[in-house]
């Protein structure tokens, strides 16, 4: 089961943490991917980070701005949010895939074994 956390309301040009964490079970050997949707648009790949390699993906819209990283340790996954903007707005959900694909195509064609339910992060002045 994933859980994620750290979502809220927050002002443009701020910063938010999101978190996923695993419960029942190991994240070593997946992939792990955050993935949003805002009202009346398609869920969108944001970034994904691979279970061993380190290699990530960014979606060009959130490149520079937002980070992915995982504690193996504590079983949980981060996407740090920083310079938000209101088109950020969104419910984040967060993902753990075990396949052969690289971050890449589980970013593009939302590949994944497990979701979480999602937080909602609203950037709004």
């Keep these: 089961q994933l859980v994620e956390s750290g979502g809220g309301l927050v002002q443009?040009?701020?910063?938010?943490?999101?978190?996923?964490?695993?419960?029942?079970?190991?994240?070593?050997?997946y992939a792990i991917g955050w993935f949003r949707q805002a009202p009346g648009k398609e869920?969108?790949?944001?970034?994904?980070?691979?279970?061993?390699?380190g290699s990530t993906y960014y979606a060009d819209s959130v490149k520079g701005r937002f980070t992915i990283s995982r504690d193996n340790a504590k079983n949980t996954a981060y996407l740090q949010m920083n310079s938000l903007k209101a088109e950020d707005t969104a419910v984040y959900s967060?993902?753990?895939?075990?396949?052969?694909a690289n971050v890449n195509s589980m970013c593009t064609y939302i590949l994944r074994d497990y979701w979480g339910q999602g937080t909602q992060v609203t950037v709004s002045s």
Aim: net charge positive; proline share 3%.
């Design 12 to 29: 443009p040009g701020g910063s938010l943490r999101l978190s996923c964490a695993a419960s029942g079970g190991t994240l070593d050997y």
């Design 94 to 100: 967060c993902t753990a895939y075990r396949g052969r």
């Design 43 to 53: 869920r969108e790949g944001v970034s994904c980070i691979h279970s061993s390699d």
